[in-house]
């Protein structure tokens, strides 16, 4: 799925998706070209909850918590240095 074919299918819900295909633009946009529904939440605690839970399970899976009742996903990424991306 795509984000405005999600937003007309759960309108107005909190969703967990995974990004199955995306790419990020020169300006650090992250772009979800293809998206897959993981859970339905109540809230958007909720949303986070479930978020925290998937991601320490799946570390290299690309989850995010959403509402559709936004009109687009303005999702940045963020570079971190180095050392922070170091197991110890």
Do not use: V
């Given at each position: 799925?795509?984000?405005?074919?999600?937003r007309q299918a759960y309108h107005n819900q909190w969703l967990i998706i995974e990004a199955l295909e995306a790419h990020t633009t020169p300006d650090t946009q992250r772009h979800l070209d293809h998206i897959a529904i993981v859970e339905m939440c109540k809230s958007g605690g909720d949303a986070m909850q479930s978020y925290r839970r998937l991601h320490q399970q799946y570390p290299i899976r690309e989850?995010?918590?959403v509402n559709t009742?936004?009109?687009t996903l303005d999702i940045c990424e963020r570079k971190y240095p180095k050392?922070?991306?170091i197991n110890h």
């Open positions: 799925m795509i984000w405005s074919e999600l989850f995010y918590f009742g936004r009109e050392k922070f991306l």
